[in-house]
Every structure is written in structure tokens, then in C-alpha cells.
């Protein structure tokens, strides 16, 4: 093409394009192979393509999508995808996308996009208040789960650390801190750890009870220890919702012993803290309006397309006072009400999140996302009643939130691991692994709004043909 703009005509034909490429493509979702047979020739004819001195018609670059893309692409949005906490994203996620890019907003300050920082704004204080919070409640709308722990944790460190200063960061701390998490917790807080200054030496790991959630005996005594041993306790991280079973941390008990030893709690609801939305899980859950810092991801239980994760932080100031530059080439006039969301995480250049989400939610209505989310949970424990009834295999644990954790009894891990590769490989259902109390699983979580009773026969199906097929 001859030039970056396009004319209307093209641009009539693109939305054609478009729309009758997600027709197809979602009229098809449960007849395609969950992940695909890879074809290796024309992924590394793309990885090795020439930089084009000439564009190409853009038409062509839809076919092209169709063609190689799309049957190369594993399809999260299958029913029978249930492996890690990915949900299949709202039907006006792909259009919510679209008019994002259309408009191209920058989010760091509020002159980027006054209409998306009413947006984001807007969506903060939903998610706020559903967990009895404030609705200006600080915080933001961030990639997922992982950048909302590390936004979060860099709150927490530097309220946490007595006498410390911004300027100095770690390096005049004279007494290590330590941090205090689950044995379940996730990946992403070591990181944050690592990436804090904090280091994974001073990272306290503490055991889970037999429903994999943490022990509070086992937290008091570990923080005594480091009082004694000279260190200073800092962060405390729970999990509502676990990633490998769902667990729940019993975050009343744990909210008690920070606020006993003056702890900063953070809780890590990535994947469980929309669990608020069912009547079953909220009383669970309430008790995380007492955490001083809150992540959750809109892309997993509120069915937004990725990326999309939020940080809460309920401590005054304390966002602010982590990230708070100002900046003489960065606009500085105010306006009642409106954010400059630079000054609350690390990105500068921030995409308009906040519309996908808000789309969603005014799409649907949230009687619509509760009965949703209600239904992988019933789901959830379909499949683990259809596992407890085969002799020949055996739960982790009961379901608590949509992650079912099964294995061969007889088998060993390896023999375990060969199962998971068979079932994907056979098309019919994507399961992800877990590893727990040193055991092989094999890990289903239903995030898909598209999977039914139906397909949960499919996979148990799929589970017994397979064993009894590795079986001789």
C-alpha cells in the first residue's frame, strides 16, 4: 500500500473482513483441535521473512491470518481449554479492542485521554466496590496479575521499611526485610522480590495445611523467628484463590496477625478475588477489604480480553508515593477529579485498558457475569465428582474454585506426565500441570463461559480412553 492512510473503501472492506472472520471463527471454536498440529514449515517461513521493502494488500494480510495464524494458534476460547486461569474473552472483547486502537489513547496523564481516565476511573471504582472498598480507592488498571503484584509490592516495600527513602532505595536499609508467602503463592511474587531489592534469600515460605492453605500457626511462629534473629517483617502476601487448586487463604486470621505485628497484607486475587461475584464464594472473600493492597485480573473472571489486571492499594498515598515523578516535558495542569496515572505504577505509556472492561461490564450486566461465574464453579465440581467416581483415579483436593486437580492413583509422574501430553495432543481438551506435595497432577480450570456439562463428558471420554490406552 502506497500510503498509511486508508481510504473508506478499504476501510468498508476491513470491517467486512473482520466481522466475517470472527463469525467463522467462532462458529468453529469446538470443532477445531483445542491446540493445533503446528505446521513448523510455515511458522519458520514466517519467522525467517525478509523485511518487506514494498507493502502488501491488506487483504491479503487477512487471508494470510486465516490461512497460517489461526490454525496455528491455540484457541483459548474453546470450551474444552482448561489449562492455567485464561478466560475466554466477552463476545464484545474483539470490538472493544478494534475502537481502543481507533482512538489510541495514552492513559499516563489525564490530558492523554480525559474521556479514558473517566473510563478507567469508572472501572476502578466497580471493582473497588465490590469488595466493600472505597470507590476511590487508589489504583489501576495494569498487563495482569503479574504487574499488579509488582505495582502493589513496590507500595508495600516502601511504606514497610522504616526510615527508608526513595532516593536511596535498598541500599540504605541496614535491616533486611522479609517478606512472608504460601508455599502456593505465586511465581510472580518471587519476581517482584527479586526485582524489589528484596532478594528470594529473605522470602519466607510458609506451609500449607491440607486444603493447601497457608498456616497461620506456621506464620506467627516464622515471624517471631526473624524478630528474634534481628530481621524486620514486612509484607505479608495471601492468595484468594490459589493458582494450582484455588485455594483460599484464611485471610481474616492473616489479616489479624498483620495488623497484631503492624504488617503490611497484600493479597494476591489474580485469579480468585473475582470469585466475589458468587453468593457461594463471598463469604470467603469479604474479609479482603481488610488488606492494605489487592490485585485481581478483569481477563480472567470478568471475561476481558488480555490484557487487562488491576491493583488496588486502600493505604493513603502510599501508590503515590512510590512512583510520583514530576517532569517538566509532561503536562501539569489539573482538573478536578481526573488522575495522571504515571504517578500511580511504572508505565508512562499506558494503553486504554479500562474500555474493554467497561464494555463488558455495561454489555452484559453483572446479573449475567455472576450466573457465569457460577456455572464454572458448578462445572468444576462436575468434573471432580466424574473423577472421584472412577477408582482408577484420584482428586488433590475437593474444588473450592474452578481448578480441578486429578491424577492416575497407580501411576507414577512420568506416567502421569504422558497422559497430559496424550490428551493434548489428541485435540479434545487442553489440561495444564501442578505439582503438589511433590506429585504430578494433572490441572483443569474452567474459565470459559463457551464449556458445558457436555464437554466435561467429552473430557472424561477423552480420560479414560486415553489411560486405558497407555493402560496395556
Given amino acids: 500500500m502506497g500510503s498509511l492512510v486508508l481510504n473508506v473503501a478499504t476501510i468498508r472492506e476491513m470491517a467486512t473482513l473482520l466481522g466475517n472472520t470472527l463469525v467463522a471463527y467462532q462458529s468453529t471454536l469446538s470443532d477445531r483441535p483445542v491446540f493445533p498440529d503446528v505446521d513448523v514449515a510455515a511458522l519458520d517461513a514466517i519467522a525467517s521473512e525478509t523485511l518487506p521493502e514494498d507493502g502488501v494488500p491488506i487483504q491479503s494480510l487477512v487471508e494470510e491470518f486465516n490461512r497460517v495464524i489461526v490454525p496455528n494458534s491455540l484457541h483459548i476460547a474453546h470450551p474444552r481449554f ?10 464484545v472483547a474483539p470490538f472493544a479492542e478494534a475502537f481502543t486502537a481507533m482512538i489510541d489513547q495514552n492513559c499516563a496523564i489525564w490530558q492523554g485521554g480525559p474521556a479514558a481516565n473517566a473510563v478507567e476511573r469508572r472501572v476502578l471504582g466497580w471493582l473497588a466496590g465490590l ?24 507500595a508495600a516495600r516502601d511504606a514497610s521499611i522504616p526510615g527508608h527513602k526513595r532516593e536511596n532505595g535498598m541500599q540504605s536499609v541496614s535491616t533486611p526485610m522479609t517478606v512472608y508467602v504460601s508455599e502456593e503463592i505465586h511465581t510472580s511474587v518471587y519476581k517482584a522480590a527479586n526485582m524489589l531489592g528484596i532478594g528470594q534469600n529473605f522470602v519466607r515460605t510458609i506451609p500449607v495445611d491440607d486444603l493447601y492453605r497457608m498456616r497461620v500457626d506456621a506464620l506467627t511462629q516464622t515471624i517471631a523467628k526473624d524478630r528474634a534473629d534481628g530481621l524486620q ?37 489474580a485469579y480468585g478475588a473475582l470469585g466475589i461475584l458468587s453468593d457461594r464464594l463471598r463469604p470467603e472473600l469479604t474479609a479482603l477489604k481488610r488488606a492494605d493492597s489487592l490485585t485481581m485480573d478483569p481477563h480472567k473472571l470478568l471475561f476481558s480480553s488480555n490484557e487487562a489486571g488491576c491493583a488496588l492499594v486502600r493505604r493513603p498515598g502510599a501508590l503515590h508515593d512510590a512512583f510520583a515523578h514530576a517532569s517538566s516535558y509532561i503536562g501539569q495542569e489539573t482538573l478536578p477529579g481526573f488522575i495522571d496515572f504515571k504517578d500511580f505504577g511504572p508505565q508512562l505509556t499506558r494503553q486504554f485498558r479500562a474500555l474493554k472492561v467497561w464494555w463488558v461490564i455495561r454489555a452484559h450486566g453483572m446479573a449475567v457475569l455472576r450466573k457465569t461465574v457460577d456455572r ?18 484420584e482428586l488433590a483436593v475437593k474444588p473450592t474454585l474452578t481448578a480441578v486437580c486429578f491424577r492416575v492413583r497407580e501411576w507414577d509422574d512420568a506416567k502421569n506426565a504422558a497422559l497430559l501430553s496424550a490428551l493434548i495432543k489428541s485435540g479434545v481438551v487442553y489440561f495444564g500441570p501442578a505439582v503438589l506435595r511433590g506429585k504430578f497432577y494433572l490441572r483443569a480450570c474452567f474459565t470459559s463461559y463457551r464449556t458445558t456439562a457436555n464437554d466435561v463428558d467429552m473430557v472424561m471420554d477423552a480420560i479414560v480412553r486415553e489411560y486405558e490406552r497407555l493402560n496395556h
Fill in 82 to 91: 482448561l489449562a492455567y486461569v485464561t478466560a475466554s474473552p466477552s463476545g
Fill in 376 to 393: 464454572l464453579l458448578d462445572l468444576a465440581v462436575y468434573l471432580a465428582e466424574a473423577i472421584a467416581a472412577r477408582p482408577e483415579l
Fill in 131 to 154: 469488595f466493600g472498598l472505597a470507590e476511590d480507592t487508589p489504583g489501576l488498571l495494569v498487563s495482569g496479575g503479574s504487574m499488579a503484584n509488582l505495582v502493589a509490592l513496590t
Fill in 233 to 269: 517483617p514486612g509484607i505479608v502476601v495471601a492468595s484468594p484463590g490459589t493458582v494450582q487448586t484455588g485455594a483460599f487463604d484464611p485471610i481474616d486470621a492473616i489479616a489479624d496477625v498483620c495488623e497484631n505485628e503492624g504488617l503490611w497484607l497484600h493479597a494476591d486475587g
